[in-house]
């Protein structure tokens, strides 16, 4: 999997869409959560606007690009996505809080007359920005079956395993799959 064109700053890492959907692929703009090595990937508007445009999701035009709003919204669909992705339970305040945003992401939508299909209007700010984040979100959540939703056990990325048989483990076996690999070698010839 080839690592996406963000400016990593001074941070060593790379970014990757692993997650197989934009919501999960959105909240794992942040690697490393809640570890010392964790890292922002949305902590500039060129890559706000670049990430965008890799999952194919329109972005406003314009110099101005609301960070805040980007960060507010993810912070929301992790604390929802991560513990349905641990198997955990989420508190009801949190998943009324989604239902809200989801509601006013709906009201963006509209009906395009002549192919009588959804259609988003091109996005004036943020909020409208992370309208189809927000429904991807909600459809994974009321989907029911969360077999398939995962989290990597390295580095906590979130993705949805679409493999035949069901047994993707890791992120991404380049990364956190070989890292794992190369431990539990090292721990077997030490043994
Ligand atoms: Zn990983």
Redesign the pocket.
């Known amino acids: 999997m080839d690592a996406l064109d963000l400016d990593p700053g001074d941070y060593g890492g790379t970014y990757k869409l692993v997650g197989g959907r934009p919501s999960l692929d959105f909240v794992n703009t942040i690697s490393w959560p809640e570890t010392e090595r964790e890292h922002d990937w949305l902590s500039s508007p060129e890559n706000a606007r670049r990430w965008f445009a890799a999952v194919a999701l329109p972005f406003p035009r314009g110099k101005a690009v609301d960070l805040p709003a980007l960060h507010k919204a993810r912070l929301l669909l992790a604390r929802v996505l991560r513990p349905l992705a641990h198997g955990e339970h989420i508190p009801a305040n949190t998943i009324a809080e989604l239902s809200r945003a989801v509601a006013r992401a709906y009201q963006g939508r509209v009906i395009d007359p002549p192919s009588l299909a959804w259609h988003w209007p091109a996005p004036q700010n943020a909020a409208d920005a992370l309208a189809p984040i927000l429904l991807d979100a909600a459809e994974l959540v009321t989907a029911g079956d969360h077999e398939r939703l995962r989290f990597?056990p390295?580095?906590d990325?979130l993705f949805e395993d679409h493999t035949r048989n069901g047994q993707r483990r890791?992120?991404?076996m380049a990364?956190?799959g070989s890292r794992d690999k190369a431990r539990r070698y090292y721990h077997r010839s030490k043994a």
């Open positions: 990597c390295s580095c990325w890791w992120c991404d990364d956190c």
